[in-house]
């Protein structure tokens, strides 16, 4: 077990010093300093309390969207389609939260909402597991078409009436369904929700390990043909599996919704569902590197806002890109390397 | 409905398609050389960058041409690096050249025209905006280089050596490396050859819209994606399918005054008919057996 763990930790070496070789050519080339914007990159986000604030909350979907990642790629699948549940559920919370009556208290509220949120998520990803499980067809076409209905869909629904007269946006929640801020980072958008993306991240490396469910889902991610000749519903299993995920992801909307913006739009928190893969493929299994890499993610684009002024933000999204670029080819990489060792 | 059965019409749901066309057919070299490719999206991006780039930097609409198709070209080698010689996943790989080519082409349109939404204008090879719709179309010379590529990529997958081994290594590369085909390079050169012809469906876009703007592929490159499956992974058929889907939106167009249908209902239509299609007829639309297979 050591070995490979060495060759992993190796190789997410390397693929972060290629990364921060390109961030600083790409940085050179601006005719910027690398160190000067990297300061000012960390002064605009740990370096205040809104600014740390802001990360927080931007982790806070990362994570969860990372979580909803990571439990499909367990069973050797790639979960695409948490955007399209993330947006589904997202209108699904802001529809509903605002017909709540005014005076609803949180103790109805939250649950209430948190279980439309995943509700609802699971549902918008059943269809995939079951075109996967039942049909054979591949879980990434069918999560991008998902995805690219879902927005329509959201789009449709808003314009025929779930949004409020000449606005692009459901009505406001009533105050018993938005959620408690983080009271030692004013102004920022971090909320509780923070505690729900933690325990979502550290129940599922518990259940993965410790239940038989999370044993026969490590079994099918492994090898699906030896795990049906030892009598695992590799199907069922695939079909519950995505819907899981898909209920995480819809979760996102306790941050988004109920936390920060008060109802529900268009393109709200577009985009997390692909940072959360990016995020769970370089986390592994782990689920502390889950957390650490939202973390990081976060900052980043939280520090993109910050060094807008001196350099394209959009440098973050190619720095990402590139992470996950070294990140899946560093492995090989580190194998040539160790064979010329050898030579 | 006679505002359906006009010439303009005509031209209007083809020129809608020619994006459709040229990407899908770049879909298909890849993934029926067994190359899994979601990154058609961002191949068409950098290819409208590089056609505007290369227009304003030289001047000539013809260079800008070349160079759209060498940076789509340049897209699909670094696919073609990260997962024939990293060993990467070819999904993996096509989500992080999207995200590449988003932020990279905002990245570039602010250092080359300091924008943050659009280059400058350029004349493009289309005739002027001023002529009709059908002879702007069947005087544009992108329109027959769109055609020149659909029927190439039928012929020459169907006819040619390179076509067939394309084919062999999609479906069984262990055979094909057997009787001495080169799997690597065979599914290389099919890259190369989609990000070409995806990077066409960018060029014609930048010329059509005479500039480039932030995210303009506006999801092209998926409902291309989504017309190769629908073909069951055939050039013929993705023809057809494309076609279909220019017509919808031409005809959304033609009456949204009429409020007939919602336009969310057109832009869904590709993708139902994927997963209807995915569902139900999936022995016809068999994908080939080592698609995503080292």
Redesign the interface.
Known sequence: MNAPRAARTRAILLAALLSAIAFEL?VLA?GESPGSILAQLFAGTWGTRFGAGQVLFKATSIALAGAAAQIALRAGL?Q?GAEGAIAVSALAVGAIGARLPASVSPIVAWPLLALVAASVGALWTL?IGV?RAR????E???G???N??AG??V??LL??GLAERASVHTAPLPPGATLVRLGPFPGSAANVAIFVAIAVVVAWAWIARRTVFGREVSAIGASDTVSLATGIAVGRRQIEILALSGAVAGLCALNDVMGYKGYAEEGLSSGVG?TG??AA?LAGRSSVGLLATALFFATLSQGGLSINARI?M?????V???V??FV??A???DEKLGEEDRA | MSRLFTLAFLAQAVRIALPYLAASMGGIWSERAGVPNVALEGTILVAALGAVAGTTLTGSAWLGLIVGLLAGVLLQIVHALVVLIGRANAIVSGLALNLLAAGGTRFLLRALYDSSSNSPAIPGLAPPASTSLLRATVLDPTTWMVAAVVVGTIVALERTRLGLRVRAVGEHPEAAASVGVPVARTRAVALAITGATAGLAGVWLAFDQRQFSSGMSGGRGFIALATVVIAGWRPLPAVGFALLFGVAEAAQIVLQDQNVVAHQVVQALPYVLTLVVLAGWVRRARPPAALGRP
Request: proline share 7%.
């Open positions: 790409a601006w790639f695409i269809p075109l049909f054979g067809a591949h990434v076409i069918s991008i078409m998902t690219k209905i329509a869909l789009g449709y314009a025929r692909f893969l990016a493929l394209p959009e440098i973050v999204d190619v990402v890109a590139l996950i670029l899946a080819v492995p090989r990489i």
